[in-house]
């Protein structure tokens, strides 16, 4: 079965520094991965998804993910984060004849002015 | 005009009641889903429905029974609630499966059960 670990529940950034979200996966089969973010109040949204295609995966509001096969990884980075960042972002993976999209348990971003 | 929408947003009731959620998408969406956010933000799969078939039961208690009257609509009725329901519960869509398809979250119905 597949799964999700997303390292820190909790990541604090300055306003215009790097941000790196990390998540690993683990599946025996390739992997279809996703990022979503929720802000406060409000449902998930899409922000990018890997589908084997590009390793390099360019998202929404600037974020971008790279698919590393040899480290079980799909981390999302943005280069300068910005106060409507704030959010709490999952990754979710899902492999081909599951059913269900399984997330990770979240992380919280939070940008200090 | 919201893609998915459910309603009530927030809800709040007394141990042992009964309580629907309802949703409805109108995407034109085959799927739909119902996920249980719990206080540590934890997002777990409940049931979902492809037109109108059930298509996954996780390990739900039976007090929980989804209602697809139609495709664009996925409600979720709760009978005898306790006190451990109380969470985030959000209402999803997606066109096909969710393999490679985006999936389209509503804005959630808070539950608190005292």
């Known amino acids: 079965a597949q799964s999700v670990t997303q390292l820190g529940s909790h990541v604090s950034v300055s306003e215009g520094a790097l941000v790196l979200l990390r998540c690993n996966y683990s599946?025996?089969?390739?992997?279809?991965l996703f990022w979503y973010v929720q802000y406060p109040n409000q449902g998930l949204q899409l922000l990018l998804k890997?589908?084997?295609?590009?390793?390099l995966v360019k998202g929404i509001n600037g974020f971008e993910a790279e698919f590393k096969k040899s480290e079980t990884s799909f981390h999302l980075t943005k280069p300068s984060a910005h106060m409507s960042d704030a959010a709490e972002y999952f990754c979710?993976?899902?492999?081909?004849?599951?059913?269900?999209?399984?997330f990770g348990q979240g992380t919280r971003l939070t940008i200090n002015p | 005009d919201t893609a998915v929408s459910q309603t009530p947003k927030y809800l709040v009731t007394q141990m042992g009641n009964d309580k629907s959620i309802k949703c409805e998408q109108n995407?034109?969406?085959?799927?739909m889903y119902w996920y249980k956010q719990d206080s540590k933000k934890f997002l777990k799969i409940m049931f979902s429905?492809?037109?109108?078939?059930?298509?996954i039961n996780e390990t739900v208690p039976n007090r929980f029974s989804p209602k697809s009257p139609d495709k664009a609509h996925l409600n979720l009725h709760i009978n005898s609630l306790e006190l451990g329901d109380s969470a985030v519960y959000f209402c999803?869509?997606?066109?096909?499966?969710?393999?490679?398809?985006?999936?389209?979250f509503g804005s959630g119905t808070q539950l608190s059960v005292l």
């Open positions: 999803a869509s997606s066109a096909r499966g969710p393999y490679n398809e985006k999936l389209f």
């Open positions: 890997y589908t084997s295609a590009a390793t």
């Open positions: 429905y492809n037109n109108k078939e059930l298509i």
């Open positions: 995407l034109g969406h085959d799927t």
């Open positions: 599946s025996s089969v390739p992997p279809y």
């Open positions: 979710a993976v899902i492999t081909q004849g599951a059913q269900k999209l399984v």
